[in-house]
């Protein structure tokens, strides 16, 4: 009864040693996808939270972290996510840039 018991808990305790890993490995990953996707975060945060993970992204691949095939799919994820929020910070300049010369325009017409 008691080899039973000892088994059963030596058992346990080699699957969750051996697990754990793996379950935090899988963690890491989903905490990695949700950066930079807030609502609050203004575009200069989205930018730097997604740069940033590209560049974890890669530490983790060259630290033998992240498997291949998980690091291409991260990677260009996040490259799509940086080229989306480049454009949208593209497009708030150009607004600027059109209201700038709408001002100097009528600015001028008003002299």
């Known amino acids: 009864m008691l080899v039973t018991v000892l088994g059963t808990f030596i058992i346990i305790a080699t699957i969750l040693l051996i697990g754990y890993?793996?379950?935090?490995?899988?963690?890491?990953?989903?905490?990695?996808?949700?950066?930079?996707?807030g609502a609050g975060n203004t575009l200069e945060q989205n930018k730097e939270a997604i740069f940033t993970t590209l560049g974890e992204i890669e530490f983790d691949y060259q630290m033998k972290k992240l498997s291949a095939e998980d690091y291409e799919e991260l990677k260009n994820k996040y490259k799509r996510h940086a080229a989306y929020v480049l454009k949208q910070e593209d497009s708030e300049l150009t607004v600027v840039n059109d209201e700038i010369k709408y001002s100097v325009k009528n600015k001028k017409l008003s002299e």
């Open 21 to 37: 890993p793996l379950l935090k490995q899988e963690e890491d990953i989903t905490a990695v996808t949700d950066i930079g996707s």
